[in-house]
């Protein structure tokens, strides 16, 4: 690990206090041109003073804006602090978790997986039009039906096609000669640019797709591609369950990945993190935005520094190896589930290394799966799939209950 490490609470305070000290300082400081604030004292408790082992309070007062990308160009000075912390979380991700050079990539926090997913799309689209001419109805997204909907949102809003490639019930793989014909049938409809989503597991299933698959048949077929990693959900889990993972930076077909923090880190909403290699995220470059030091090179505009700040004080507070741990407790009670369903005989999908366990509907009652809180695949009769993802408060004490109720519904 070149980046990551575990600090001290201590040490967590201090260099927070430290990063704050490059943030503005509304009560102190008259920076006369800026429309924001730190969060109003009428409304919101701001005793900083009382917030000392409170890190991310305080730095939801100070209130720091991140706008723009900050590992490309130039930054707004005023909020360098957080800004700097959001540097570091990137390389911790970029190069730590996902195996990337150091220093050959861009990345900032997006406000959820969405928006980092349509950043790539948008990038690619962008990058197929200016460096190949391509026209719009040239460039097709290509994914698996399983994907998920923040993919077609993306293509209805850049205005390309998007086309699913079907997977086989049971094991959720891509059906390669799908695939195959996928390529062939858009290429003889004209398309001739192929943006790939690859999914780092699913939200149905957590199944992982082989990126590696879809750049087998787009090079045998001569198309020039991008592939980005929707790793959404299982950015946070894969890359430690799997020490053979070939899902990251280190893969040369892999372009750019999404991860959210605010999803399996447990971070709050508004911590989706896109990464993407060096040159690239100069195609989304918004050159209008002149009074933004450094302009913008992302989808949202204002963004919560504090967000950044969360989601550095999780990965420094647990380090690598106590998020290891944390992974593998989840990965523990997901096997017990899986060996109750096994000795009972209950159909089930479940990727090896994920915490996602997605039952036939036919074993489950609807009232056993609205008892429980499970997801249906689809909220209308012709759904065929349950699934339970074993997250920090899904423990073996929550499951037992619930398998007792299928032994009855099962007998
Ligand atoms: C695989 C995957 N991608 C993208 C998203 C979208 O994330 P968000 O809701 O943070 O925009 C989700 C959300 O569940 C997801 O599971």
Same mark, same amino acid.
């Given at each position: 690990?070149?980046?990551? !490490? ?68 130039? *930054? ?42 349509? &950043? ?19 460039? $097709? ?21 998007? %086309? ?8 959720? /793989? ?7 014909? $996928? /390529?062939? &049938? ?8 192929? @943006?790939? %989503? *690859? ?47 070939? $899902? ?17 880190? &447990? ?5 989706? %993190? ?29 963004? *919560? ?78 759904? !065929?799939?349950?699934? @339970? %993802? ?17 032994? *009855?519904?099962?007998?």
């Amino acid at each position: 690990m070149k980046f990551w !490490k575990k600090y001290s609470t201590k040490i967590i305070n201090k260099k927070i206090d430290d990063a704050l000290k490059h943030v503005i300082d509304f009560e102190n400081n008259k920076w006369l041109g800026f429309p924001v604030s730190k969060l109003d004292p009428n409304v919101f408790f701001n005793n900083i003073a009382n917030l000392g082992d409170a890190p991310l309070l305080r730095s939801y007062i100070a209130n720091p804006n991140n706008i723009g990308c900050h590992t490309y160009g130039t *930054s707004e000075e005023a909020f360098k602090g957080a800004q700097d912390l959001e540097k570091e979380v990137i390389d911790v991700l970029a190069a730590d978790i996902f195996k990337a050079e150091v220093g050959t990539y861009d990345g900032y926090i997006a406000t959820g997986g969405t928006e980092a997913n349509i &950043q790539a799309l948008w990038i690619y689209r962008n990058l197929f039009m200016k460096e190949s001419k391509a026209k719009a109805d040239e460039i $097709v997204i290509l994914s698996s039906e399983d994907t998920h909907y923040s993919i077609p949102k993306g293509s209805n809003l850049l205005q390309i096609d998007a %086309v699913t490639i079907p997977v086989d019930f049971d094991s959720r /793989i891509i059906v390669e000669s799908d695939l195959e014909n $996928v /390529i062939i &049938q858009q290429k003889e409809k004209g398309k001739k640019y192929f @943006i790939v %989503v *690859s999914n780092m597991a699913t939200t149905m299933f957590g199944s992982v797709d082989n990126p590696d698959v879809y750049a087998h048949y787009l090079n045998k077929h001569d198309c020039p591609f991008k592939i980005h990693i929707d790793g959404a959900f299982g950015g946070f889990i894969y890359p430690f369950s799997n020490d053979n993972s070939t $899902v990251n930076f280190a893969n040369p077909n892999i372009s750019s990945i999404t991860i959210d923090a605010h999803k399996m880190l &447990q971070a709050p909403y508004g911590t989706g %993190v896109f990464l993407c290699r060096k040159g690239l995220i100069k195609n989304t470059l918004t050159k209008e935005a002149k009074y933004v030091e450094g302009l913008d090179l992302t989808l949202v505009g204002s963004r *919560s520094g504090a967000n950044a700040i969360a989601v550095w004080l999780i990965l420094f507070k647990y380090g690598p190896n106590g998020w290891f741990e944390k992974i593998n407790t989840l990965l523990l009670r997901t096997h017990w589930l899986c060996k109750q369903l096994d000795a009972k005989g209950i159909q089930y999908f479940r990727d090896p290394f994920m915490n996602i366990v997605t039952i036939k509907s036919e074993f489950i009652s609807n009232h056993i799966a609205h008892k429980y809180g499970l997801v249906p695949a689809t909220h209308d009769e012709t759904n !065929k799939w349950q699934k @339970i %993802v074993v997250m920090d408060h899904v423990e073996i004490d929550d499951l037992a209950p619930f398998i007792k109720d299928l032994d *009855s519904f099962n007998s």
